[in-house]
């Protein structure tokens, strides 16, 4: 099946909102550990998600499991494999581009923590009306002559809806043509990497993304810096923070409850 060329119907519990933010997380329910990633995501920042109506959108394999509802996607044609990380990415992102239209989109994993409430508030300095490609805990990597910045895909990055607008036309077939680039430039080992891929094409001259780094908020390890920063990241100024584990999940819920998600009054 040419899954690329699938048309997503809208969910009805989401159609016609048009809010501040929406999450797209790449997933998969076919394995246990990530599926058990997902449920713990509906019990702490989830929640949290419902309650400050952030719609969050869970894009998965085409096989479907016992995890059913309006938040649960099943692409046509997509697998569960490690490649299938990137499709979900993409895929997840022009199903919202085609049928919402949000100020912003965060675009993340299962083992990612955001603190909404604050990223909301943070996200106020911005217009999404100008193209903007925001995250942090990036790197770069080369490829020939060209240096390219990314943020880090593990905290997740965050589209503005001009960039959304902008992207909307190749989200589909972004994949293929992320592959044929890194065959053409001898970078195949970075195919799966979909925080890259992403980077390339916003800053393509019909995108023209402007990149906002913000590394005292996005973080490629845990609330407490694991394993690459340890005791480093400051958590009242975290928006979001990856390799979390279940019990991380938990902890850190209550840690932000405890403090009104530490959003400045």
């Known amino acids: 099946m040419d899954h690329y060329r699938v048309l997503f119907d809208p969910t009805e519990h989401y159609q016609d909102i048009h809010p501040k933010l929406m999450v797209c997380v790449y997933a998969c329910d076919k394995l246990d550990k990530y599926k058990q990633q997902i449920l713990k995501i509906q019990g702490t920042w989830g929640r949290t998600a419902r309650e400050h109506q952030i719609p969050v959108l869970f ?3 085409e096989q479907r499991t016992d ?3 309006e938040e649960y996607v099943n692409i046509p044609g997509v ?7 990137s499709y979900k990415q993409f895929l997840g992102l022009h199903h919202i581009a085609q049928h919402y239209q949000p100020e912003f ?3 993340c994993g299962t083992d990612t923590y955001p603190n909404l409430p604050k990223m909301v508030q943070w996200l106020e300095q911005f217009d999404p009306n100008e193209s903007l490609y925001l995250g ?6 080369q490829f020939g002559d ?3 910045p990314f943020h880090s895909g593990g905290p997740g990055f965050i589209l503005s809806r001009t960039a959304m607008e902008r992207c909307k036309p190749d989200f589909a077939s972004l994949m293929p043509d992320w592959k044929e680039y890194c065959r053409q430039t001898g970078k195949e080992d970075l195919i799966p990497a979909c925080d890259v891929a992403i980077a390339h ?3 393509l001259p019909h995108v023209d993304a402007k990149v906002v780094s913000h590394n005292e908020g996005f973080f490629h390890c845990n609330y407490k810096g694991m394993p690459c920063h340890p005791n480093q990241p400051q958590v009242q100024h975290i928006l979001s923070c990856h390799l979390m584990s279940l019990q991380d999940f938990d902890t850190f819920t209550r840690l932000l409850e405890d403090h009104s998600h530490f959003v400045a009054k």
């Open 136 to 141: 942090g805990h990036g790197c770069k990597r």
């Open 67 to 69: 995890l059913v509802g």
């Open 146 to 148: 060209r240096i390219l």
């Open 105 to 107: 989109v965060l675009c």
């Open 201 to 203: 094409f916003v800053v």
């Open 59 to 61: 894009f998965l394999g």
């Open 79 to 85: 697998a569960d494999d490690y490649e299938s990380a």
